[in-house]
């Protein structure tokens, strides 16, 4: 349990001293904000970037790995409109917030240093995978359930098409495609070039550790609590709970499985606060559920780290 703790604790501890510097006024929220630019735009791009480039494609994209991961995240966003329309009795838009909110895990800032530490950055290439896909995943579920609920079914290829706009200007996904261009044409760039984005790409995951913690004093634990419970219980439980069974059920491999599992043990991302206050939806719950779900996760990433 020591080791368990040992690896999940001090990432924890970044969150909270990014948290604590910021409420304390230490940590003005404009500086919180000009380096959350640094690390969504620049230097977490850069990582991926390096992460791609370098992927062996063969090996990485394994069908049962994104079958997995992802079939969990769509059972997440079913139980999460289902439970905000039949227990929460809710409406349909709030209940697509709560969905997205359910299925969108924090593969980047929480999951890869997590991996990292537990497994070695030797063992990221699944968590990578997984990454590269995710948010158009969610993004076009989550987008196309809003649009074709609010048009009365009929706004599926509406919400695909803004999907296609945000992806397209994503600075996560254009680091995603760089690197795999890269890779798939066999370029070589040149030695400097590689030194100077990997340069970058080192301060990406403390300094965004470090600004999610600064970032998560704006979300009040406020709302529904219900409706809070039924969100993180639905992602620090049944989603990595989902992928260990279709995973084992599928033959995946160990290190794959870990992969897969672990990030689906991350709690929701700040991208789930976003959403709801982009379409105005379930906006509270949203926000308290990235807040609380961090919180608590200290406790059930310990958990799934022992199972494991």
């Known amino acids: 349990m020591l080791d368990v703790l040992a690896v999940t604790v001090p990432v924890f501890l970044i969150i909270g001293a990014g948290y604590l510097a910021v409420w304390r006024s230490l940590f003005t929220q404009g500086q919180v904000d000009g380096l959350m630019v640094f690390t969504q735009r620049f230097a977490i791009p850069c990582l991926l970037f390096l992460a791609m480039m370098r992927l062996d494609l063969a090996a990485g994209f394994d069908w049962r790995l994104l079958l997995s991961y992802y079939s969990g995240s769509l059972v997440c966003f079913a139980a999460g409109i289902l439970g905000t329309l039949l227990w929460l009795k809710r409406g349909a838009e709030d209940a697509v917030a709560v969905g997205f909110a359910a299925m969108f895990a924090n593969t980047v800032l929480l ?16 968590n990578f995978t997984i990454i590269a896909f995710h948010a158009a995943f969610c993004y076009l579920v989550g987008i196309s359930a809003m649009e074709t609920v609010r048009a009365g079914g009929s706004g599926f290829f509406g919400g ?40 970058i790409a080192r301060a990406a995951l403390p300094a965004a550790l470090f600004g999610l913690g600064g970032v998560l004093v704006q979300y009040r634990p406020e709302g529904d609590a219900r409706g809070i419970a039924l969100c993180c219980g639905i992602a620090l439980l049944l989603h990595p709970a989902w992928t260990w069974g279709m995973a084992a059920l599928l033959d995946l491999g160990q290190g794959p499985v870990r992969a897969a599992v672990l990030t689906a043990a991350m709690a929701p991302g700040v991208n789930s606060y976003l959403f709801a206050a982009m379409h105005g939806r379930a906006v509270r719950i949203s926000a308290s559920s990235v807040l609380i779900g961090t919180a608590v996760s200290v406790v059930t990433v310990s958990g799934w780290l022992l199972v494991l």
Request: proline share 7%.
């Open 111 to 126: 999951g890869l240093p997590i991996a990292e530490r537990a497994y070695g950055a030797e063992s990221l290439a699944p």
């Open 160 to 199: 695909m098409a803004t999907v296609a706009r945000k992806m397209s200007t994503n600075s996560l996904m254009i680091g995603v495609a760089l690197g795999l261009l890269v890779n798939l044409t066999g370029l070589t760039l040149p030695a400097p070039v590689v030194e100077a984005v990997d340069l």
